[in-house]
């Protein structure tokens, strides 16, 4: 499909489908046959016909939690949508031209954070292993990381952190919008509501009067962040829904997380919560295995990998009502600290609706990625 935008043309936006072998028989039972979008520019048609065969810098756009990539190249009211920004910035020379693709990394579980997870599904390898080659082999994209970049919001924004960390050697440049970092405040703090949500689905239901607390406490495995069948029954639960509220949405979300951070084959769901689901004490142990994960605690891990990339950018918005400023601003210090040469920017908003930013961050990244 050709796009127009006013007088300026838009470039092509085509859909293909994928069979990955990575996701097969993953544990959520999730669809290994996706769709794959990815945006052409302008240019790449015109270089066709003039038998140019130019190739092309290539950005993976990586969304956030309930997202899939074809989403960013909806019909978006007051403002653009990924192709139509790209094309635009393009047309106003703000960037050159390069392949975006929007890949569908959605889950039973409403997304996840595109890490490899044995309770979801090996997701950093579907895009590294199958998805990278795979677009070099079908359209005229320049080879190797220098000329490869990822970007994201929120979970793709860490997604895009982690993998500048973990997988440097397939990119060359990552771009972070408010992307999850400082576990303590970003997550921490909404573990009473998941808790409330989830005991709504007790097999037990309270009933008002005494309680013995000691018992509660030892409840069929709730102690040591099991399921004791209520987190079954709420995903049962959603899964039967078309209109989840904002709770049931936030709860998902931190079984989400669970999952991506504290798997365990032992357990009923193939994870663990860093919670006692009765009494909401935290569990130490569990807890340190999310800090693993914080952007924040890998800096020094991974200093040379990120030193490596030619371009790192980071931005939040200072009321984030996630509270994910505070997490930009540490892992802003510790790579600076690092010696890792990035850029972090902060502006006036919160967590929402801020995809204006990618007016920064695209031309930002085929600064660092054109030949």
Known sequence: MTLKRGKAAAGTFVVLEHVSQVLKGNPLGDPHLRKLGVWLPPQYDEDATRGRGRHFPVLFDLVGFTGSGLAHANWKPFGDNVPERAARLIHERRMGPAIIVFPDCFTALGGNQYINSPAIGDYADYLTGELIPFVEREFRALPGREHRGCFGKSSGGYGAMIHGMKYARHWGAVADHSGDAYFDFVYWHDWPNTLNTLAKHRALKRKPGRADMRRAARYAGAAAGFDDGRMRRFLDHVWKKEKLSTAEVHCIMNLCMAASYDPDPRAPLGFRVPFNLETGEPLAGRWKNWQRHDPIHLVE???????????????????????????????????????????????????????????????????????
């Open 301 to 371: 891990r991974y200093r040379a990998n990120l030193r490596s990339l030619r371009g790192v950018y980071i931005d939040c918005g200072w009321r984030d009502q996630y509270h994910i400023h505070f997490g930009c601003r540490i892992l802003s210090q510790r790579l600076a600290a690092a010696g890792v040469r990035h850029v972090y920017e902060e502006f006036d908003d919160d967590h929402s609706d801020v995809d204006y930013r990618m007016d920064v961050s695209l031309p930002f990244l085929y600064r660092a990625l054109r030949p």
